[in-house]
């Protein structure tokens, strides 16, 4: 954990609290990519617990200012896009804790009507900031962005509740796109509380951490 950060460690306590970190090596997860994975995180969890959302819609903010150099009721955006559909429920309450517009971005265009990708009213040149609820490997950005951008919205950064931060290609995809990566918290955040309170074994918590050290290396139980 990132010794000077109160707010990645409140932030893993919150998970940890709601039961959103699960922690089961000998019985692992398979992520879509089909990697396997002794941890899972359901950031989901929190549109369940109002007073624990609504701390993690402050910080959000509060750590979107820190990360721009800007007064929290003065980010550089016109619009924040949450990306369908984890991301919707945080752009929301993010949106409304700055009082911008809310978007919300589809995967792909809805296939009847409009057509549209983009819900909401985004006019030519809009800047966004795009948030979802969590980034693995960010491959789910780039679609997100490319959809702002064919309909003329610039989008230079994109914002999560929880980063992975263990594949390089995360921030390295993004960087390539002209778009910054901001989080509140990681797996190495997680596992550090996890460890103080002894929320899992000691043999479940090694097992996590040489998952984070080397993913691709990674043997279950």
Same mark, same amino acid.
């Given at each position: 954990?990132?010794?000077?950060?109160?707010?990645?460690?409140?932030?893993?306590? $919150?998970?940890?609290? $709601?039961?959103?970190?699960?922690? /089961?090596?000998?019985?692992? %997860?398979?992520?879509?990519?089909?990697?396997?994975?002794?941890? +899972?995180?359901?950031?989901?969890?929190?549109?369940?617990?109002?007073?624990?959302?609504?701390?993690?819609?402050?910080?959000?903010?509060?750590? *979107?200012?820190? @990360?721009?150099?800007?007064?929290?009721?003065?980010?550089? +955006?016109?619009?924040?896009?949450?990306?369908?559909?984890?991301?919707?429920?945080?752009?929301?309450?993010?949106?409304?804790?700055?009082?911008?517009?809310? &978007? +919300?971005?589809?995967?792909?265009?809805?296939?009847?009507?409009?057509?549209? !990708?983009?819900?909401?009213?985004?006019?030519?040149?809009?800047?966004?900031?795009?948030?979802?609820?969590?980034?693995? @490997?960010?491959?789910?950005?780039?679609?997100?962005?490319?959809?702002?951008?064919?309909?003329?919205?610039?989008?230079?950064?994109?914002?999560?509740? %929880?980063? +992975?931060? $263990? %594949?390089? !290609?995360?921030? !390295?995809?993004?960087?390539? *796109?002209?778009?910054? &990566?901001?989080? &509140?918290?990681?797996?190495?955040?997680? &596992?550090?509380?996890? /460890?103080?309170? !002894?929320?899992?074994?000691?043999?479940?918590?090694?097992?996590?951490?040489?998952?984070?050290?080397?993913?691709?290396?990674?043997?279950?139980?």
């Amino acid at each position: 954990m990132r010794e000077t950060d109160p707010i990645a460690r409140r932030t893993a306590e $919150i998970l940890l609290d $709601i039961e959103a970190v699960s922690f /089961r090596p000998a019985d692992p %997860f398979t992520h879509s990519s089909g990697r396997m994975s002794p941890s +899972y995180i359901d950031c989901r969890k929190l549109i369940s617990f109002p007073d624990e959302r609504r701390e993690i819609t402050k910080m959000s903010v509060e750590r *979107l200012a820190s @990360d721009l150099g800007a007064a929290s009721d003065e980010l550089p +955006y016109d619009a924040i896009a949450g990306g369908e559909t984890a991301g919707i429920p945080f752009a929301a309450w993010i949106a409304d804790a700055v009082n911008l517009p809310m &978007l +919300y971005v589809r995967k792909k265009p809805k296939g009847f009507g409009r057509m549209a !990708q983009i819900e909401g009213d985004m006019a030519p040149g809009c800047r966004v900031l795009l948030v979802e609820d969590l980034a693995t @490997d960010g491959g789910s950005k780039a679609i997100f962005i490319d959809a702002i951008r064919a309909a003329e919205g610039k989008v230079d950064a994109t914002f999560v509740v %929880f980063h +992975y931060g $263990i %594949f390089a !290609q995360s921030t !390295q995809g993004l960087a390539a *796109l002209g778009v910054r &990566l901001s989080a &509140l918290a990681t797996w190495w955040d997680v &596992l550090a509380v996890a /460890r103080e309170r !002894q929320s899992f074994s000691s043999a479940e918590l090694t097992s996590v951490e040489a998952y984070l050290t080397a993913p691709l290396d990674w043997q279950p139980l």
